[in-house]
């Protein structure tokens, strides 16, 4: 606690040097937790703010709803192993001149739905640590977890293009290291 009070006069020492002021309305000071766009950034790392209304999406009916669900849930991808390759049925609704829902896009909706409402914590990343970057490619996907100290600190992937899934497996795996690397 002392050092978060050295930590705020430093701050506010520099506000005032630099004649900028703050809104004191709109600060919260010596808390546990902080809400900011949709995270929840604590001591343990950052998570999805509980108050997300994604387990009561209701079945997409259109393209426009579908994005919706895609925009809000592809917001919180990072938290999600193999979210591309999850939501490819869904993307590919999107792409298409006619809306028709299937089987395909039922389950992929339904699992990012479970998959949402219990999304882990992620951990902060301290850069006086190693990174571990561990990737995987299987033969519809591209996925990693950027981790340190076996805890994840966030998790991409990609579907594979009809043409990339052709590849040689050693090529989908310099992919895999390639993409999350330019994206991470």
């Known amino acids: 606690m002392a050092s978060h009070a050295l930590h705020l006069q430093h701050v506010f020492q520099i506000l005032m040097e630099n004649q900028l002021m703050f809104n004191e309305k709109k600060c919260t000071f010596a808390v546990s937790s902080v809400e900011y766009l949709g995270h929840v950034v604590l001591a343990q790392g950052v998570s999805v703010d509980p108050n997300t209304a994604m387990p009561e999406w209701p079945v997409p009916t259109d393209q426009r709803a579908l994005r919706g669900f895609l925009g809000l849930t592809g917001y919180y991808r990072h ?3 193999g979210y591309g390759v999850i939501a490819k049925p869904l993307t590919e609704l999107t792409k298409r001149n006619t809306f028709e829902w299937n089987d395909k896009a039922q389950e992929a909706f339904e699992r990012l739905k479970r998959l949402m409402a219990d999304l882990p914590t ?26 340190q100290q076996g805890r994840p600190i966030a998790f991409l992937s990609q579907a594979l293009s009809p043409r990339a899934q052709q590849k040689y497996a050693y090529e989908k795996e310099l992919m895999a290291i390639v993409f999350m690397v330019q994206n991470l």
């Open 79 to 81: 938290f999600v192993q």
């Open 122 to 147: 992620l951990a902060v990343p301290d850069f006086n640590q190693d990174f571990v970057l561990e990737t995987d490619a299987l033969s519809e996907g591209l996925g990693a977890v950027l981790s």
